[in-house]
């Protein structure tokens, strides 16, 4: 068996893209199964830097078939814009191993119209989502309003189903928002270009994904997001509209629990978080600051600020636990050179009491208040190191105190955002 989940411990933006395009060298195929262009995947190269929103962080490797899986919400326009890049690029030829799932479904133009609207609407409560139209995409679908890809290889039926849909979603446009309603013949026309110029991309993902796997081909699951923005298992109502844990991937990909599944848990050396929504570790002072600078945390997608702080060892214990990890991947350790000190958050204080476990509403989440180990930190640069063993001893105990708090081995420790600058203690595939 060679399936690896990829899934991001914290809030996102851990640097999956990377360790997917690192990993992707030995694999056959990549799935993304989840989420939609709310994702930016970030992979470098040499001189080359590429983000994803759509298309899987293994598309570079000649060897790796990259499906679109039957979880995502997919936005043909922000896909065939991505598909344009990689042939600007010279790259055209990657596309003859894209494959979308025809039962993803479509991010319509209203959905990125309400996902801004209902943002307004909830004023000071907002999300700050990245306006991508996910929410109301998934809404639809749970609400059974949703147009998938399939339906765009069926002019009328997906005139029908665009009509309908339509009419209902004009209506909460008209008479919720006072806003104008959306034109039928624009959107038809718009996703009529679409299908035709997508037709032969669509296709059954999941039973090539099952077939790879059953095959014993390598396969990596790319989650996209991250544990705590998981619409069941994160900071509800501050999370996405997917699932980011490992058990949404496997749906997402169209592939049972089979045995012997590698989960690695993709754990930034400290964390970050981008929109509203609790964050206990988030330092607003010259820490914070330090680590937004030197880490370039400003959204892949958004260009947002990200909110920055220590590792908070609460939510990596806990995003052991839901996505039942068996791996750590350590990214972006660089950046924590220079500082005299770390702290990493190993329990929260609530009123009197010290805790380890995660709480269950937001309002209990805004009391925790961390509670920090402190180790020494380092000097050196380590972005050029490539083994362990040449590490400075403060970042090893670093790492081996992520170790034992954590009980899960750390395989990979990445150093640079190149995919050379990566230390490999195990090798995956
Ligand atoms: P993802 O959404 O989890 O794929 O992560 P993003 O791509 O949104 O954000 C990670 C950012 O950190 C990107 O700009 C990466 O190029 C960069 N990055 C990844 N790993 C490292 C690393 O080890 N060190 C440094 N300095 N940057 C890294
Ligand atoms: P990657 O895959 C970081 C956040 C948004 C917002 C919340 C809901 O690059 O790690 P949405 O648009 O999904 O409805 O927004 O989720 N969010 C992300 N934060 N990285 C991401 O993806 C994210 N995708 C969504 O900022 O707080
Ligand atoms: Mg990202």
């Given at each position: 068996?060679?399936?690896?989940?990829?899934?991001?411990?914290?809030?996102?933006?851990?640097?999956k893209?990377?360790?997917?395009?690192?990993?992707?060298?030995?694999?056959?195929?990549?799935?993304r199964?989840?989420?939609?262009?709310?994702?930016?995947?970030?992979?470098?190269?040499?001189k080359?830097?590429?983000?994803?929103?759509?298309i899987p962080?293994?598309?570079?490797?000649?060897?790796?078939?990259?499906l679109?899986?039957?979880?995502?919400?997919i936005?043909?326009?922000?896909?065939?814009?991505?598909?344009?890049?990689?042939?600007?690029?010279?790259?055209?030829?990657?596309?003859?191993?894209?494959?979308?799932?025809?039962?993803?479904?479509?991010?319509?133009?209203?959905h990125?119209?309400?996902?801004?609207?209902?943002?307004?609407?909830?004023?000071?409560?907002k999300?700050g989502?990245?306006?991508?139209?996910?929410?109301?995409?998934?809404?639809?679908?749970?609400?059974?309003?949703?147009?998938?890809?399939?339906?765009l290889?069926?002019?009328?039926?997906?005139?029908?189903?665009?009509?309908?849909?339509?009419?209902?979603?004009n209506r909460?446009?008209e008479?919720v928002?006072?806003?104008?309603?959306?034109?039928?013949?624009?959107?038809?026309?718009?996703?009529?270009?679409?299908?035709?110029?997508?037709?032969?991309?669509?296709?059954?993902?999941?039973?090539?994904?099952?077939?790879?796997?059953?095959?014993?081909?390598?396969?990596?699951?790319?989650?996209?997001?991250?544990t705590?923005?998981?619409?069941?298992h994160?900071?509800?109502?501050?999370?996405?509209?997917?699932?980011?844990?490992?058990?949404?991937?496997?749906?997402?990909?169209?592939?049972?629990?089979?045995?012997?599944?590698?989960?690695?848990?993709?754990c930034?050396?400290y964390t970050?978080?981008?929109?509203e929504?609790?964050?206990?570790?988030?330092?607003?002072?010259?820490?914070?600051?330090?680590?937004?600078?030197k880490?370039?945390e400003?959204?892949?997608?958004t260009?947002?600020p990200?909110r920055?702080?220590?590792?908070?060892?609460?939510?990596?214990?806990?995003?052991?636990?839901v996505?039942?990890?068996?791996?750590l991947?350590?990214?972006?350790?660089?950046?924590?050179g220079?500082?005299?000190?770390i702290?990493?958050?190993?329990?929260?204080q609530?009123g009197?009491?010290?805790?380890?476990v995660?709480?269950?509403?937001?309002e209990a989440?805004?009391?925790?208040?961390?509670?920090?180990?402190?180790?020494?930190g380092?000097?050196?640069?380590?972005?050029?190191i490539?083994?362990?063993?040449?590490?400075?001893?403060?970042?090893?105990?670093?790492?081996?105190?992520i170790?034992?708090?954590t009980?899960?081995?750390?395989?990979?420790?990445s150093?640079?955002?190149d995919?050379?600058?990566?230390?490999?203690?195990?090798e995956?595939?």
């Open positions: 068996m060679s399936l690896c989940i990829i899934t991001g411990t914290h809030w996102g933006d851990e640097g893209g990377k360790i997917v395009d690192c990993l992707s060298q030995n694999a056959d195929v990549v799935v199964a989840q989420g939609g262009s709310n994702a930016g995947h970030t992979v470098v190269t040499g080359e830097k590429y983000v994803f929103h759509l962080s293994g598309i570079l490797h000649p060897g790796t078939l990259c679109l899986g039957d979880g995502m919400v936005n043909p326009s922000s896909l065939l814009e991505e598909m344009k890049v990689l042939t600007g690029k010279n790259l055209g030829d990657a596309l003859k191993r894209l494959y979308i799932s025809g039962k993803a479904h479509l991010v319509m133009p209203y990125q119209l309400l996902d801004g609207l209902m943002e307004s609407f909830r004023k000071k409560g999300i989502t990245t306006g991508q139209g996910i929410g109301p995409a998934y809404e639809d679908k749970v609400a059974r309003w949703g147009i998938r890809v399939a339906d290889l069926d002019e009328k039926g997906f005139a029908e189903k665009l009509s309908v849909t339509l009419q209902y979603k909460i446009l008479n928002f006072r806003h104008p309603p959306l034109l039928f013949d624009t959107i038809f026309q718009e996703y009529r270009g679409y299908g035709e110029t997508l037709s032969h991309f669509i296709t059954d993902t999941s039973k090539m994904a099952y077939e790879a796997v059953e095959s014993g081909q390598k396969v990596i699951i790319e989650g996209a997001q991250g705590m923005l998981d619409l069941d994160g900071t509800y109502p501050f999370v996405t509209s997917s699932h980011p844990a490992s058990a949404g991937s496997l749906l997402g990909a169209g592939i049972g629990p089979v045995n012997g599944i590698e989960i690695i848990g993709i930034k050396a970050s978080r981008v929109g929504g609790p964050f206990p570790t988030e330092c607003r002072d010259e820490t914070g600051e330090f680590l937004r600078e880490g370039h400003y959204g892949a997608t260009g947002r990200r920055c702080g220590w590792l908070d060892g609460v939510v990596l214990k806990y995003a052991v636990r996505n039942s990890i068996t791996s991947v350590i990214t972006k350790l660089d950046i924590l220079g500082l005299p000190h702290q990493l958050c190993t329990g929260y609530v009197n009491e010290k805790t380890s995660v709480p269950l509403s937001s989440w805004n009391q925790c208040q961390p509670v920090y180990d402190e180790l020494d380092w000097e050196e640069d380590i972005s050029e490539h083994s362990y063993g040449e590490l400075p001893a403060a970042t090893r105990r670093y790492l081996e105190f170790e034992d708090f009980s899960i081995p750390v395989g990979i420790i150093v640079g955002p995919r050379n600058q990566t230390i490999i203690r195990k995956y595939f």
